[in-house]
């Protein structure tokens, strides 16, 4: 008999806000999927008015879907429409293999590490 118990359970997505030098930087972690997009989409609709410019950091993303695919392209959008700007850094290699093959990484710059995003 298989136990559901055993099974590993999907990492929970959680997101970090700090300001760094006038940017916002949004430290993702987890999976990013149909199930909590939303979250994601109100982090980054959230207006601190603390800039314009958001790097999000997927250090920790082990997952995304078409979900977050679209919460990121129309982040971009929005931030653009705005004057503002959305980088992403420190992408893991699943979340990379996704972004390029829709082509995130033609319409959103992407940077080996926070900092480096942060440079710019």
């Not at 959680?14 to 990013?32: D, F, K, M, P």
């Not at 609709?45 to 999000?56: F, K, N, P, Y």
Request: with cysteine; aromatic share 2%; glycine share 10%.
């Amino acid at each position: 008999m298989h136990d559901i118990a055993d099974e590993p359970q999907p990492a929970r997505l959680s997101i970090t806000h700090v300001t760094t030098g006038g940017v916002r930087v949004l430290g993702l972690s987890g999976e990013i999927d149909a199930d909590n997009a939303d979250i994601l989409r109100q982090a980054l609709d959230a207006d601190d008015g603390a800039s314009s410019q958001t790097v999000l950091d997927l250090g920790a993303v082990t997952f995304i879907d078409s979900s977050a695919v679209s919460v990121l392209a129309s982040a971009r959008r929005d931030a653009a429409a705005v004057g503002g700007g959305l980088r992403m850094a420190a992408l893991t290699a699943p979340v990379a293999r996704v972004v390029g093959i829709v082509g995130l990484d033609t319409i959103i710059p992407c940077y080996p590490t926070p900092s480096e995003a942060l440079a710019v």
